[in-house]
């Protein structure tokens, strides 16, 4: 699934008639970047939640014919549902027979996306996470056994959900996941709310949920006008 949906406020007016997802970097919108590395990394299948502007993005779908693969897309009513209600709302969609991709369509980036979902399928997780070391507000707690909290210096939050096992290390999550079909039974959440709620509260009840580092990788959210700027300059230096 491609979390398409967000209004893109920070780039208007660039987003005030193309949607975020279809901005252009390097001459190629983000959606098809993002689209078509997870069919490389052997995706067979996209469910892409639409919002703002989302006929567009509907348009530039079938007019690549899913770049080659079966499309769906899941149109939010409303305000955009965040990364938690977009995979409820968007739960019919789902095969549910295998883990799945949840990719932010803002990032470029060049993590191993099919190694990354190699690692997830040997742990048998939950969910698998990208995450790096990087200077920001908040970060995401993970131990010798997973996620067990996060940190929000701007709201001077430290939660922790049970108890340390090991080192606790800081890490910033980068909008990737990989996650079980056993996840759909476990959301109780409704309405618009981020999928780190629910991960916290199941890695406190006992679920797994492991970070796949990616300290080394090309990683640009393209949400602001200098970010963008900054993705124009490196999408040459990515490694695919």
């Not at 701007?154 to 996840?183: N, Y």
Request: glycine share 10%; net charge neutral; charged share 25%.
């Amino acid at each position: 699934m491609i979390l398409a949906a967000g209004l893109g406020t920070r780039l208007r007016p660039l987003t005030d008639r193309t949607p975020k997802p279809l901005i252009p970097v390097g001459g190629v919108p983000m959606l098809e970047r993002v689209a078509r590395r997870l069919i490389a990394a052997g995706a067979d299948r996209l469910i892409v939640n639409t919002s703002h502007l989302g006929e567009q993005v509907e348009a530039f779908l079938r007019e690549r014919d899913g770049f080659g693969v079966e499309w769906h897309v899941s149109p939010e009513p409303g305000e955009p549902l965040e990364t938690g209600g977009a995979l409820v709302h968007g739960e019919p969609l789902f095969r549910k027979d295998t883990p799945f991709f949840l990719h932010n369509s803002d990032i470029l980036t060049d993590v191993p996306l099919a190694e990354m979902y190699r690692a997830h399928v040997r742990s048998g997780a939950l969910a698998t996470l990208a995450v790096m070391e990087r200077d920001t507000a908040r970060h995401l707690l993970f131990d010798d056994r997973g996620l067990m909290g996060r940190t929000d210096a701007k709201k001077g939050l430290d939660l922790r959900v049970r108890d340390a096992a090991g080192e606790v290390r800081k890490l910033a999550f980068g909008g990737i996941h990989v996650l079980s079909p056993r996840v759909f039974a476990l959301l109780a959440e409704r309405g618009a709310f981020s999928i780190l709620d629910p991960y916290l509260r199941l890695a406190g009840a006992g679920e797994t949920i492991l970070p796949f580092r990616v300290d080394d990788c090309t990683w640009i959210d393209i949400g602001r006008p200098e970010q963008l700027e900054m993705a124009h300059a490196r999408v040459g230096e990515l490694r695919g």
